[in-house]
C-alpha cells in the first residue's frame, strides 16, 4: 500500500528507533526518510531493487536464514551490518504430544501458485494410502479445487480455510507429513511449528527453509514429482532440534535496540 502518511506520523511523534520491515512494501520505504535512527528486516526474496535505499541506511539489517544472506549479497552490505535472527517459538505450546495419523499430509500457508501446492496434489494419485489438508486460503483457491476434482481426489483431499490456533496446532500435531514446497521463502514459521511438534517435514531447500534440512526435515533440490514423492515416503534420520523462544529472539532486539 502507498502510505505516506506514515512518515509524517513517525516524524511528529520523535521515535528513537523505527525497525523497518519488508524490502518489497511501501510503509517501510517512508519510515527510512525520518531523520532517526534505523534498523531493517528486508524479508528479501530477490525479486527487487526496491529498498536499497533502506539498506544503505539501516544501522543493522536482520535476515533469517543463509538463503536470504545468499540473495541479499548483490547489494554489497557491509559484514559488520548484517545480523541473523531466526523467528522464535513459543515453546509451550508444543509440549503436549498428540497421536500421529499415518499416512496423513498436511499444508498450511497461503493458497498462492508460487506455493507449489498443485505440484504436491499431483502426486497424490501415486500416493494412493495418504491423505491431505490444505489449510489457508488465498488467490490460487479456485484452481487448487479445480485439479483436486479433476484428479477424482476429492475424498482423500480437504481444504480448511480458517481454524483456531488451538485446533491449528492439533492439525500440526496430528500430521504424519508437513510439506512446503514453496519457491519464495525467507524462512517459514510454519515448517519450524510443524517440526516442533514432530511432524516430519519435506521443503523446497532451494530457499530460506535450506537451513531446516536435516532437522526433523528433508530438502527437495528440484520439484518433480518422483523426487517430491521419495522425499515423503523414504524417511531420514532425525536430528534433535534446539529450538529458540520468542522470549529468547526478544532479548536479542532488545540488547540490539538498547545498544543504539
Not at 521515535?15 to 523497518?20: A, Q
Not at 508460487?114 to 497424490?124: A, D, E, G, T, V
Not at 534420520?237 to 540490539?256: A, L, Q
Amino acid at each position: 500500500f502507498f502510505t505516506p502518511q506514515i512518515y509524517f506520523y513517525l516524524k511528529n511523534n520523535h521515535f528513537d528507533l523505527i525497525h523497518g520491515h519488508d524490502m518489497q512494501s511501501f510503509p517501510s520505504w517512508f519510515a527510512s526518510k525520518v531523520n532517526t535512527k534505523f534498523v531493517f528486516t528486508p524479508h528479501y526474496h530477490g525479486h527487487t531493487s526496491f529498498g536499497k535505499s533502506r539498506l544503505e541506511k539501516a544501522k543493522y539489517v536482520f535476515y533469517h536464514s543463509s538463503h536470504e544472506k545468499k540473495l541479499l549479497s548483490k547489494f554489497n552490505i557491509p559484514e559488520d551490518k548484517l545480523i541473523k535472527i531466526v523467528n522464535g517459538l513459543d515453546i509451550e505450546e508444543f509440549k503436549e504430544p498428540v497421536k500421529k495419523m499415518q499416512t496423513h499430509i498436511i499444508y498450511t500457508g497461503r493458497l498462492e501458485e508460487y506455493k507449489n501446492i498443485h505440484r504436491l496434489i499431483n502426486c497424490m494419485p501415486e500416493l494412493e494410502d495418504y491423505t491431505l489438508k490444505i489449510i489457508g486460503k488465498g488467490p490460487y483457491e479456485p484452481q487448487l479445487k479445480s485439479l483436486v476434482n479433476s484428479l477424482n481426489l476429492s475424498d482423500r483431499i480437504t481444504f480448511i480455510p480458517y481454524l483456531s490456533r488451538q485446533e491449528y496446532l492439533r492439525h500440526l500435531k496430528q500430521a504424519e507429513c508437513f510439506v512446503n514446497l514453496s519457491s519464495n521463502e525467507t524462512y517459514s514459521i510454519s515448517t519450524t511449528e510443524a517440526m516442533a511438534c514432530g511432524t516430519y517435514c519435506v521443503v523446497n531447500q532451494n530457499t530460506g527453509m535450506g537451513d531446516f534440512v536435516g532437522k526433523n526435515c528433508a530438502g527437495v533440490n528440484d520439484l518433480k514429482q518422483s523426487t517430491i514423492i521419495d522425499a515423503i515416503t523414504n524417511r531420514i534420520t532425525i536430528n534433535p532440534v534446539k529450538w529458540v523462544s520468542w522470549d529468547e529472539v526478544v532479548k536479542v532486539y532488545r540488547d540490539i535496540y538498547n545498544g543504539l
